[in-house]
């Protein structure tokens, strides 16, 4: 399974973007599908899990109510809007597909990773 993310690029503090990962197989709409983000000399970090179904999300404290993620099964494609935007977001984001319908915040909890796409939030 490929997964392609787009969407990343460079943004003023307080604006949107809307991240996209298309998956190569259907085999994702069984799976969570989850986004995990990296800044440089940081470790990659948890930011938002969809369910199989779409039916429950969760969401990493420092996106809560900013980001959004959701899913287009038909499409086999996972979405995260992010609104407010801030510095600290800057990273590269990264989509995953989990090992089961439910996936957690645990990057071992993932089986397959997209190339990831840069953010760059300004001041």
């Known amino acids: 399974v490929q997964l392609q993310a787009s969407g990343g690029g460079l943004v003023q503090a307080g604006g949107s973007l809307r991240l996209s990962c298309a998956a190569s197989?259907?085999?994702?709409?069984?799976?969570?599908m989850g986004w995990f983000r990296q800044s440089p000399g940081k470790e990659r970090e948890f930011v938002a899990v969809?369910?199989?179904?779409?039916?429950?999300?969760y969401y990493a404290d420092s996106v809560k109510g900013r980001f959004t993620i959701s899913r287009d099964n038909a499409k086999n494609m996972v979405l995260l809007q992010m609104n407010k935007l801030k510095p600290e977001d800057t990273a590269v984001y990264y989509c995953?597909?989990?090992?089961?319908?439910?996936?957690?915040?645990?990057?071992?909890?993932?089986?397959?990773w997209g190339q990831g796409t840069l953010v760059t939030v300004s001041s």
């Open positions: 197989r259907r085999t994702s709409s069984n799976n969570a």
């Open positions: 969809i369910s199989w179904n779409g039916g429950y999300m």
């Open positions: 995953a597909i989990g090992l089961g319908g439910y996936s957690g915040s645990q990057a071992k909890q993932y089986r397959y």
